[in-house]
């Protein structure tokens, strides 16, 4: 692995924790009845949307930066695609938790479209390292 993937893939690694601690969280927040998260059905449903794609993206960007080293991409491109990767495991759990942030809010505010930048870091991101893996 390319000295470029290995200090990704640390980078990586060091926002388990996070992820660890936000699942802490909403066990807190169900076992104890935390007001504003279990009589709030879309906060409660956002928050757990941001956890779960959190710990699937760390997993997905991890997987990746074993591959991107193979790819027949220009060294560029995998910088590229390193950071588009790494990008969505950041920025859809932020637009899912800062978007409903106060116990009251009832509805995403405009931070929900980090999520929609996230993705299309994702998919820019993977569609770029799945073709530079069919070229090599």
């Keep these: ?3 470029s993937s290995l200090a990704t ?6 926002t388990v924790p996070g992820v660890a601690f936000g699942g802490v969280t909403l066990l807190k927040f169900l076992t104890r ?6 009589d709030n059905p879309v906060r409660r449903g956002l928050w757990r949307a941001g956890h779960a794609h959190a710990g699937v993206l760390v997993l997905l960007a991890l997987v990746a930066m074993i ?3 193979q790819a027949a991409l220009p060294d560029g491109l995998k910088a590229l695609t390193r950071t588009l990767i790494v990008a969505a495991p950041i920025l859809m759990p ?7 942030v106060r116990p009251s809010d ?3 505010n405009r931070l929900i479209l980090l999520t929609t930048a996230g993705g299309a870091c ?10 530079g893996l069919l070229l090599a």
Excluded: E, I, Q
């Excluded at 893939?9 to 060091?14: F, Q, Y």
């Excluded at 009845?33 to 279990?38: I, L, R, S, T, W």
């Excluded at 932020?94 to 409903?100: A, K, W």
């Design 1 to 3: 692995m390319s000295p």
């Design 106 to 108: 009832t509805r995403p």
């Design 67 to 69: 591959y991107v080293d």
């Design 33 to 38: 009845d935390v007001p504003g998260y279990a």
């Design 94 to 100: 932020l637009g899912f938790f800062l978007s409903v």
């Design 122 to 131: 994702l998919a820019a991101g993977t569609l770029m390292l799945g073709v």
């Design 9 to 14: 893939a640390g980078v990586v690694l060091v």
